[in-house]
Structures are given as C-alpha cells and as structure tokens.
Nanobody, 123 residues
C-alpha cells in the first residue's frame, strides 16, 4: 500500500505562485506514474499533470501548460507541483495520485490517492 499526503495549499492572489508537495510513505515496483488532479465544487475531477518514476517524462493538461510544473525527488518519495500565474479558475482541491500506468490519457486510472489540499485563488 502507498499512502500519499498533500501539503502546500492555501490562499493566493491571482497571478501568484504556489508549490504543492505530496509525500509518499513508500513505493513498489508497480508504481510507474504519479500525477496531480484537482476537483472544484460541483465539477468532475480534472487531470493536471503526470510524471514517470524517473522524472524523465511528463504530461500536462492544456489548461495548465506553461503555468504548472510537475517534478519529483525520488530519494525523498516526494512529488511537487509548482503553480505559477494562478487564476481564480484554478481554485479547487488538489490531489496527488500514484498508479501503474504512465501515459497522456487524462482518464487513466490511478491506484492511490491523497486526501487533497485546498488551493484558493482570489481575483
């Protein structure tokens, strides 16, 4: 079992930046990808970005390309999401996830999920 804990959420002004962190308790060889998702009230969960275990490949949703950067430090079992040029529409609960499949499909199912961290962007 992999346990994930997000942190770093908060309130920021539009145009500001925020970095989210996701700490993993452990990994197995079945974990090939980690990703970030978000869900706003009344909306479906939205894929944001994914990264393979080595960090050599990434995928981004069009909505965050050029603004968000996903990265990880394997030695620390930590995933990051650097968010720049934040917009009010970025307001949501952000979740990190881990899974077996690394690809660009936003509907790819992940196996483990964190509890989420709230990001609120004021206008």
């Amino acid at each position: 079992q992999v346990q994930l804990v997000e942190s770093g959420g908060g309130l920021v002004q539009a145009g500001g930046s925020l970095r989210l962190s996701c700490a993993a308790s452990r990994r197995t060889f079945s974990i090939n990808a980690m990703g970030w998702f978000r869900q706003a009230p009344g909306k479906e969960r939205e894929f944001l970005a994914a990264i393979n275990w080595s960090g050599s490949s990434t995928y981004y949703a069009d909505s965050v390309k050029g603004r968000f950067t996903i990265s990880r430090v394997n030695a620390k079992n930590t995933l990051y999401l650097q968010m720049n040029s934040l917009k009010p529409e970025d307001t949501a609960v952000y979740y990190c996830a881990a899974g077996r499949i690394f690809d660009s499909n936003p509907r790819t199912e992940y196996d483990y999920w964190g509890q989420g961290t709230q990001v609120t962007v004021s206008s």
